[in-house]
T-cell receptor
Framework: EAEVAQSPRYKITEKSQAVAFWCDPI?????LYWYRQILGQGPELLVQ????????DSQLPKDRFSAERLKGVDSTLKIQPAELGDSAMYLC??????????FGPGTRLTVL | GENVEQHPSTLSVQEGDSAVIKCTYS??????FPWYKQELGKGPQLIID?????GEKKDQRIAVTLNKTVKHFSLHITETQPEDSAVYFC??????????FGTGTRLTIIP
């Protein structure tokens, strides 16, 4: 069964350091999403891609967060510099474009 | 924007009994309502969804109902089993493929 892949699964970093997360969507899925999930809450959308183009990044803190999907397949989310409040689960999801979204296992980020 | 409220935040039921989780949404233009199950340390898994042209949908032991008039939708799990223990999230989408999630319900099945 096709799945969304994410790496690393866990990341511990010190504040002010840079971190990067990688996502490989289900093959053929043109739409890719990055979510942040704070412990005890539901996922919140950070950025949505359609192929290589950003469709919605209204909730992305652009002073420190960046996301790219250069060839319209896999994607990278970067935080620089990381802050204590960035500790969360970062989830990637993909869809064919018919709304149904499939999530990866996530990257658990801890900022010390 | 869309606002989704979910209740209860925690729910404990005896194995074999039924569990019901309720959500409300604010945007009358929303037309897609998925439910996700999230186990500890894993990403959310889509378990069932319903679109606004359908009032009820069933898949084995799980069912979802939708009442657009009052902007309510609910998840029903019958004959609960220990493996049903997880956090469940409802979500709503207004057709722009953007999902707004509820705050989650931690379901515990008591053997």
């Amino acid at each position: 069964e096709a799945e969304v892949a994410q790496s690393p699964r866990y990341k511990i970093t010190e504040k002010s350091q840079a971190v990067a997360f990688w996502c490989d969507p289900i093959s053929g899925h043109a739409t890719l999403y990055w979510y942040r999930q704070i412990l005890g809450q539901g996922p919140e959308l950070l950025v949505q891609f359609q192929d290589e183009s950003v469709v919605d990044d209204s909730q992305l803190p652009k002073d420190r967060f960046s996301a790219e999907r250069l060839k319209g397949v896999d994607s990278t989310l970067k935080i620089q510099p990381a802050e204590l409040g960035d500790s969360a689960m970062y989830l990637c999801a993909s869809s064919l474009g018919d709304i149904e979204q499939f999530f990866g296992p996530g990257t658990r980020l801890t900022v010390l | 924007g869309e606002n989704v409220e979910q209740h209860p935040s925690t729910l404990s039921v005896q194995e074999g009994d039924s569990a019901v989780i309720k959500c409300t949404y604010s945007d009358s233009a929303s037309n897609y309502f998925p439910w996700y199950k999230q186990e500890l340390g894993k990403g959310p898994q889509l378990i069932i969804d319903i679109r606004s042209n359908v009032g009820e949908k069933k898949d084995q032991r799980i069912a979802v109902t939708l009442n657009k008039t009052v902007k309510h939708f609910s998840l029903h799990i019958t004959e609960t089993q220990p493996e049903d223990s997880a956090v469940y999230f409802c979500a709503a989408s207004g057709g722009n493929e953007k999902l707004t999630f509820g705050t989650g319900t931690r379901l515990t099945i008591i053997p």
